[in-house]
T-cell receptor
């Protein structure tokens, strides 16, 4: 069966520090991968998605970047964190194609201080 | 641009009630619609997936319907229980994109 792993679960980082959040999927190949952010009391905002290795689409201009170095690995990064980067970050995957279900990781709570 | 709206934003009901959560979307050209549950501080759990060619899906006490032409979906929860308390989110997968666009959710509280 397919599983998605996301870590760390919580993170407290100072302003200006770098960030690296990792997400890996097991039990499937060539998944579509997604990074979402959920700010307190708000909905899920799509940040990045990837349909293949090295293929990254960015949805909003921001202080973050994403990379997909391997088929089932998706990394969210920042060189210098801002206070506004605080939030709940969720990774998700779905199978290739159109009629497909999305599955989410357990999320990372990032607090920038 | 696809926009997804969920009403009500919050709902509090006594245990045992049947209830309906609503989801509307502006672009009817979708491949599927998915309902999720989110417990506080946790990730999303998939509840039901409705493909664009389908009218409804059922799982246990949950039933989701889809009227693609009018841009609406409803999630029906029968005989609600305190364990159903959570935030319920709908998401649409719009044709021609690889994106799941989410509504802002309905926060449900079922009172014992």
């Amino acid at each position: 069966s397919q599983t998605i792993h996301q870590w760390p679960a919580t993170l407290v980082q100072p302003v200006g520090s770098p960030l690296s959040l990792e997400c890996t999927v097991e039990g499937t190949s060539n998944p579509n991968l997604y990074w979402y952010r959920q700010a307190a009391g708000r909905g899920l905002q799509l940040l990045f998605y990837s349909v293949g290795i090295g293929q990254i689409s960015s949805e909003v201009p921001q202080n973050l970047s994403a990379s997909r170095p391997q088929d089932r690995q998706f990394i969210l990064s920042s060189k210098k964190l801002l206070l506004s980067d605080s939030g709940f970050y969720l990774c998700a995957w779905s199978g290739g194609g159109w009629i497909t279900e999305a599955f989410f990781g357990q999320g990372t709570r990032l607090t920038v201080v | 641009k696809q926009e997804v709206t969920q009403i009500p934003a919050a709902l509090s009901v006594p245990e045992g009630e049947n209830l309906v959560l609503n989801c509307s979307f502006t672009d009817s050209a979708i491949y599927n619609l998915q309902w999720f549950r989110q417990d506080p501080g946790k990730g999303l759990t998939s509840l039901l997936l409705i493909q664009s060619s389908q009218r409804e899906q059922t799982s246990g006490r949950l039933n989701a319907s889809l009227d693609k032409s009018s841009g609406r979906s409803t999630l029906y929860i029968a005989a609600s229980q305190p364990g159903d308390s959570a935030t319920y989110l709908c998401a649409v997968f719009t044709s021609g994109t690889y994106k799941y666009i989410f509504g802002t959710g309905t926060r449900l509280k079922v009172l014992a």
